[in-house]
Every structure is written in structure tokens, then in C-alpha cells.
């Protein structure tokens, strides 16, 4: 027993001791998990029945047109959300950070509010308030203005543009928080040091604020990035399951969970995850190279 | 002293653990899940009748209720990983094929259907089944009808009796329109393909060919889905809130008495009593209208095979128990008079003290008897096949091909084009 305290409390072991769950939790929960998808990629896999295929998963990947659909939805989604969820939100912080603002604790916990609710529930809320009946919330809106009813979630564009609005009303909170942070790290000296050169509320924000909360936006940006492409709860919530009319609502995940578990082809599943795995890291290394944060190739 | 103590201590709950496991021997408990409430009532009434007539070998049900997609997914992963799957569980007809592929994980029921198979619908067996294996246990035929809502039909000089073919049906459809014009005569589904498969089997044709390929462009198909897309555009029919009726904007819809007709399988007269009672009395059942008359009229749809899978506890009583609840002659009785379904049971369809009996509540909810017309056509049941590629064909045409034809009014042969192609494009 005390061999083993002897080794334990060694100054040598004693960081490995520390590090070692956080690794176990990664070599569980990723690295093997990652290692056997890429093997049943290469499978047909059926209960009782594993059969090596090859590339031809990835093949019929190539031709599959509702995977294609899958990906446009995702990546559009993607773009959406980042073109709303980082400029928005920026402001929001800025404006909530200024001196000048009132109220600041009241609209930090307005804005931060709808991220508390479960995306479970306001799928759902969603939902029935973009209903097609003619007393649904949004129809009876558009019936006060004398405009006739819609059937918001069985059309690509209205479907879309409900699923985006969702993701806005729900991560506005959270983007925000992480901007107010950023910016709080910025010392008052260098807003009063530009004040008094002269600088008006426009271009402190943009030579001082913008520049220092770079890295905060580069985080955000990152993690948009693979929230966007991987989302799957927000439109399985939205549309009461997989099955959009149309595929307008299906994502990558979406379309991974119809394969693997719907379909029962657990196989062709593993190719649609990792060939989001790559999209992923793709372009969320393009975009840390042109940001700057991993090295420049040449200069 | 205090080891004496603990020695007792021990000894006491040893004892008495061995105790409780010795007075509930002869009771094992069983998980099941189900998507439709009516079945989990359903199942605990046959529950209790089995332990009167098994009291050394009793059952405790525990039933619960998920949606339908959730319980599918979720049976699917308990099975793939072989963990935290219910000892029975219903699983829907156009889902039952994927649990069917490779190895199935369930336990083959033959040896305990083979008292009771040679009264039951060989054709209902034969869809839950593989290799010679019985797997699940069928529930009702699911023979389609016409539901016809007689009161507005009265208002507009229609007797429902006088509809024949669709023809019929589409002119009749317009003299409601000049009595009603915010009503409707029927539906076309977007969510499911119940009208367009009785059309389908009317014609002789199927979603599947006979060597296993899809069958969406086809000329059936055409005919089937361009009658239904004009009488949409003629304002005859609408498109179903939620997409077919048997939802909760559907019934919700069917409810408030927008619709004349509603064509559905049999079983759908047990969501009419629990879910739309605002037309009790004002309801008649007739045969499904066809293109030419002489077609047959009805066709098997729908269906739910309860399964026992290989992880449950007692696996040789679950199947004895499931197959006396639903093949039983006990078992296909209370199929109709508590779950309102047509029995796969077909001997007794003409026993008339069952199916004529007063006291059953729906024979009191519809203005006529379902086994009247049951027996008018029961030697026109079509029966559509069941392969492994009909969920493949099923996802795409009730979620893409029908919203196409009924919500965008697509041109139908273009539509059946691309459908063929998708669908073929995504069975390997």
C-alpha cells in the first residue's frame, strides 16, 4: 500500500495521474469510437452478418442524391447561421458592454434566456406555432394583415428560413456571453486612450474592440462551424422526426441516423459520419489558416 | 457479539429475498412497447384472461406507449447493440422488414402459432415472416373501406350506396362542392400512400414488382396518382393536415366534419370512437370505390406484427402468451370488440352474434356493419408484398413523391420518373 502511495505522490508520476482521465476519456469516448467507424465504413454490417465491401459505401455516397440534399441543407444552414450568429450577437455584447447602456443585468437575461429551455420543448413550440392550420400562431399573424395562410413548414424556403430563425432565437444568448467576455479582457485604458486621441464610438469599436476580441470570434467561428454542419435536434424537433416533406429539413446527422438506425445500414452510416468528419475539419482549417491562428505557409 | 449479530443479520435477508423470489415464481413480469394506445388496453384485456386460464404460469404486462418513430429507432439500437430491448414489442408492417435483414434478433415463433394457424390468414402470417420463420404476430387484416359521412352526402343529393367507381365518387364530389364549398370529399394523403396503394392493388399492380424491384413508374401508378392530383385540382379533394388521417391534425380535422369520405383500412373505426366523436351516428362503411367495376375493392393495409425478441427473459412463454392474445379465436374476438379491428380470425367474420352483436360499441358509433361489408368483399382482398426494399420505397414516396404530386402539383410523370430513379439509387 504505501509502495503504491510512494509511487502515486512521486513529482515525476504525479502529472500523468492527474492527466490520466481526462486520456482515458479521450481514447474512450473518441479515439476508439473514431477507429471503428472508420472499420465499419468498410462494412455491410447486418446482426450476425459482417461483410468487408470496400470503397463501395463511399461510391454509392458519390450517386446518392438525398445525401447531396442532406449536405446543401447543412452547409446552407451553416452559412445562415454564421452570417446571423456572429455579427448579431457581437453587436448585442458591444452594446450591453458599453458604459452608456441601462439595464444591462435585464437584457443579458433576456437575450440568455432562450438557450435555458431544452431544444426538445421549443422544437416543439416551434413547431406548432408555424403550424399550416389557419390557427397556427404564425398564420394568424399573417391572417391580421390580411395576408392568407401558409403552409410554413411544407415548403423549402418558409421550412428553411423557420429552422434558421429557431437556431437565432435560441444560440443569440450564448454567442453573446462569449463576446461580452472577450470583451470585458479589454483594458477601459485603451477606450479612454482612443477617446481622448479623438476616436468616436464607430472606430473605437473597430480599432480597438474588434481587433482584440478576435480571438473570441475565431472560437465562436470554429465552433459554429461543426455545431452548423453537425445540427440534428433542432430540425428532428421541428419537423416531429426525420421525414420532411421533401428532405427540406434533413441534415448530414439526419441523414446518418436514417441510414444507421431507420435502415438498419450501420455501414453506410459510418461512411456519412466520417465524410462529415472531413468536411468538417476541412474547412475549420481553412478558415484557422486565413484567420491566422495556425502558421502561415510563406509568409 | 456483534459478529453474531451481523451473522444473523445476514442470515434474516437472505432468507427473505429467498422468500419473496419463491412467492412470485410462478409470475413473470414482461416489458413491452407499442406505438398505438389501443393496443397496450388491448393487450392487458388479454392479459387477464390469460392468467385465469394459466394461473401457475401468470404474466405481469408492462405496457408503454411511444411514438411511433422513437419506439423504431429505438428497438433498432437496443437490437443492434443487444441492449435494452422489451421482451415483446410491436413493430409496424412497413418497418418490419429492416429487423428482418442479416440475422434477425427475434425469437421464431412457429412452435408457439401452431395451434391456432391453420384459422388465420396465411397472407397476414406470411409478411412477418422469413425463411420459413414465423417472427411476428399479426394483428388484423386491415381490409381498406370507404368511411362515408352521410349526413352532408344527404345534403347534397348523394347516397354513398350509388358510388361505384371513381367516377362516382369524383361527380359526387362536385355536387357536394356546389352544397358545401368549404367541404370536401376525401383527402389525398401526402404522409402515407393508403389511397394510392388501394388503387394500385385495384389495378393488379404493387409497389414492388414480382422479382423484388420497385414499381413506382408504372402505368397503374399513373393512372392512381393523376385521378387523385385532378380531382385535387378540381377542389374535390385537399391535402390532410399532418398528412393522412391517421394523425392528430388529421382526426382532429376529420372532426370537425370537413371531409365526406375517409378511405382507410378497417382499423381505422377504433380512432373514429376514441377520436372523433362528434360523428358518432353519422358515419357508413361502404367498398372502396374502383376504375372499372368488377376490380377488387379492398386490399390488406397497415398491419403490426408483435415480435418477441431474443433478449426477453422467458422467451417460450412470451411467444404462448402473444399467440394466444392475438391468434387465439379468444384473442381475434377481442380484436373486434375492443380494438375494432377486422381478426385475421376470417372464419368469424360470419359469426353473426359477434359481428352483429348491438352492444358493441361500434356497431353503435356507424350507421351500418363493418362485417357487411367485410363479407361483400372478402373474396377481393388484394395482399401487396412485403420486401426488404418496401421501407426504402416508403421513406421516399411519403416524404418526397407524394408532397410533390398533392402539395406542389407537380406533373405526375415526371414525378414517377425521378421517383423510380431515386429509389433505385438508393437500394444496395
Known sequence: MNKVLAVLYDQKVAPYVFVLPFVLTFLIFFVYPLITTIQMSFQDILPGVVVPVGFKNYQRLLGDRIFRTAVSNSLWYTVWTLALLIPFPLVF??????????????????????????????????????????????????????????????????????????????????????????????????????????????????????????????????????????????????????????????????????????????????????????????????????????????? | MKKLATFVLVLTLVFSSALTGFASANVTKFTLWTFIQQHARFYQVMTEKWNELNPDRQVELEATVLPYDDMHNKLQIALQSGVGAPDICDVEVSRFPNFLLGTPQLFPLNDAFAPYIEDIVASRLGIYSKDGNFYGAPTHVGATVAFYYVDILEDAGVDYRDIKTWDDFAAAGRKLKEVYPDKYMGVAETGAAWTVTAMLAQQGSDLVSTDDQPAINTREMLRAVTTLQNMLKDGILTTCPD??????????????????????????????????????????????????????????????????????????????????????????????????????????????????????????????????????????????????????????????????????????????????????????
Open chain 2, 243 to 428: 398528412g393522412q388521417p391517421d394523425t392528430e391534425g388529421g382526426k382532429g380535422y376529420i372532426d370537425q366534419g370537413n371531409v365526406a369520405t375517409v378511405i382507410m383500412p378497417q382499423w381505422f373505426m377504433s380512432r373514429f370512437l376514441d377520436e372523433i366523436p362528434s360523428l358518432k351516428g353519422k358515419m357508413a362503411i361502404a367498398p372502396v370505390p374502383v376504375f372499372e367495376e368488377g376490380m377488387p375493392r379492398s386490399l390488406g393495409l397497415g398491419g403490426t406484427g408483435t415480435v418477441v425478441t431474443l433478449t426477453a427473459k422467458d422467451k417460450v412463454l412470451a411467444a404462448e402468451w402473444l399467440a394466444y392474445a392475438k391468434l387465439s379465436e379468444e384473442g381475434n374476438r377481442m380484436i373486434w370488440e375492443d380494438l375494432g379491428f377486422d381478426p385475421c380470425n376470417t372464419a368469424l367474420w360470419t359469426d353473426t352474434e359477434m359481428t352483429h352483436n348491438p352492444n358493441n360499441r361500434y356497431n353503435q358509433y356507424f350507421l351500418n356493419n363493418a362485417f357487411d361489408v367485410l363479407n361483400e368483399v372478402k373474396e377481393e382482398i388484394m395482399m401487396i408484398r412485403s420486401s426488404s426494399i418496401s421501407p426504402i420505397i416508403n421513406q421516399y414516396v411519403t416524404t418526397t413523391m407524394l408532397n410533390e404530386l398533392f402539395e406542389d402539383l407537380m406533373d405526375p410523370a415526371e414525378v414517377l420518373e425521378e421517383a423510380q430513379y431515386v429509389i433505385e439509387s438508393q437500394i444496395f
Open chain 1, 93 to 299: 455584447a458591444c452594446m450591453i458592454n458599453s458604459r452608456s447602456m441601462k439595464w444591462q443585468g435585464f437584457f443579458k437575461a433576456a437575450l440568455f434566456l432562450p438557450v435555458l429551455t431544452s431544444v426538445v420543448v421549443s422544437g416543439t413550440i416551434f413547431r406548432l406555432m408555424f403550424g399550416e392550420l389557419e390557427g397556427s400562431f404564425m398564420n394568424t399573424v399573417r391572417t391580421f394583415f390580411g395576408l392568407s395562410p401558409i403552409k410554413w413548414l411544407k415548403v423549402q424556403r418558409t421550412g428553411f428560413a423557420t429552422m434558421v430563425l429557431m437556431a437565432c432565437w435560441r444560440w443569440t444568448g450564448v454567442n453573446m456571453l462569449y463576446f461580452l467576455s472577450g470583451l470585458k479582457n479589454i483594458p477601459l485604458e485603451l477606450y479612454e486612450s482612443a477617446e481622448i486621441d479623438g476616436a468616436n464610438a464607430w472606430q473605437q469599436f473597430r480599432h480597438v474592440s474588434a481587433p482584440l476580441v478576435k480571438p473570441t470570434i475565431i472560437y465562436v467561428l470554429t465552433i459554429s462551424i461543426y455545431a452548423g454542419l453537425a445540427m440534428f435536434t433542432e430540425s428532428y424537433m421541428l419537423w416531429a422526426g426525420n421525414n420532411s416533406p421533401r428532405n427540406i429539413g434533413l441534415t448530414i446527422i439526419g441523414y446518418l441516423y436514417r441510414q444507421g438506425w431507420e435502415q438498419n445500414r450501420m455501414g453506410y452510416a459510418s461512411a456519412v459520419g466520417l465524410v462529415l468528419l472531413v468536411v468538417g475539419m476541412t474547412i475549420n482549417l481553412i478558415q484557422l489558416r486565413l484567420t491566422g491562428v495556425l502558421g502561415r505557409r510563406g509568409g
